[in-house]
């Protein structure tokens, strides 16, 4: 038999990695690190955060070993230690929305009706790449789309949707952006629908795209 004190501290110490992410915040983290590396001040800003409050939770899930880190000049970037807490998070998001109750009312009440937002799958996305007769955007801010993108989508932020003036407005479009919470793609879908195109909204993200293990591309190149 195992004793009893050492089996205690190791499953404290497993823990750790769920007390990292016991916030809220913490967990929007993660969420935005899933989409590329940021720094301090960009993740503040992307969380609605002072930057002091951004920090503190920053070092603690780096002491836990949930992040990394690495210095350009005199700023502190932060990443994802490895792929699999993303992958934790998606498991942790995924489990809540199907056996926590009201998650689907805050759900709601975040991302609005999309009843009218048709989806479109990843595996029917894949082929209509393949076939050539989509135009893909996605909707996420520039460096997010560097870090990593679906091969062959357009970088356009959601804010920047009026450079799409050229295309013909039976052009069929494809938007997605961070995940199925995110609504960037709705609101792309929205506009775009407004101005007579065609527009769909992926089914879920970028994230869980690289996840199903579909192609990837990084850069800037779009």
């Known amino acids: 038999m ?5 089996k205690d501290a190791l499953f ?8 990292a992410l016991a916030s809220g915040r913490r967990a929007e983290i993660v969420d935005v690190l899933a989409q590329g590396e940021r720094s301090v001040e960009q993740i503040a800003a992307e969380i609605d955060q002072r930057v002091a409050n951004t920090s ?7 002491r836990a070993g949930v992040l990394r880190t690495r210095r350009e000049g005199t700023r502190i970037v932060y990443m994802l230690a490895s792929e699999r807490i993303g ?8 489990v809540a929305a199907e056996h926590v109750a009201g998650i689907n009312e805050l759900a709601d009440a975040y991302v ?6 048709e989806p479109v799958s990843r595996r029917e996305l894949e082929a209509r790449l393949k076939a050539g007769d989509v135009v893909v955007l996605d909707v996420r801010p520039a460096v997010e789309y560097a870090a990593g993108h679906i091969p062959g989508a357009r970088s356009v ?3 920047d949707l009026r450079r799409l003036r050229s295309l013909a407005k ?3 479009i ?19 629908r407004r101005r007579g195109f065609a527009a769909k909204r992926l089914e879920d993200g970028y994230p869980e795209w690289k996840r199903a293990g579909l192609p990837i591309a990084v850069g800037a190149g779009q």
């Open 56 to 62: 503190h939770h920053l070092r603690a899930m780096a």
């Open 174 to 192: 494809v938007a997605y952006c961070r995940g199925p919470y995110c609504v960037y793609a709705d609101e792309a879908v929205r506009q775009l």
């Open 2 to 6: 195992g004793d009893r004190a050492a």
């Open 170 to 172: 039976d052009t069929e």
């Open 157 to 159: 932020p959601v804010s």
């Open 87 to 94: 992958d934790m998070w998606a498991a942790m998001r995924d």
């Open 12 to 19: 404290d110490a497993f823990a750790e990695v769920a007390r």
């Open 112 to 117: 609005g009706d999309r009843s009218a937002l």
